[in-house]
């Protein structure tokens, strides 16, 4: 199952529930902090728990990556420089990369 993470499109849908559903509803979601909504799609989707071994053997498997890039520029990870490069990239509006169109 996939983890509950970004934006998801939504449908608007409506139930008509009776009155003391409705009223049960309401207690319930107050109680827990919640609005009616959350607390019926809360009820259908789970969201997804791992393991500490399993979070480990992912962290594992993400620090495999580090170092694995060399740029051959060893100040490549000072950030003064890298904030200065995007803020001189940011300011600049490329204008010498679009040829006119004749």
Known sequence: ML????????????IELTEVAYNALLHRAIAEGKTIDALIVNSFVSPVVFSEEELQAADERLFAFSGAVNSG????????????DLARA?????????KPIR
């Open 3 to 14: 983890g509950m993470r970004g934006n998801f499109m939504s449908q608007t849908r409506t």
């Open 73 to 84: 520029d060893p100040n490549s990870c000072d950030n003064e420089r890298i904030d200065a």
């Open 90 to 98: 940011y300011g600049d509006d490329h204008a010498s990369l679009y």
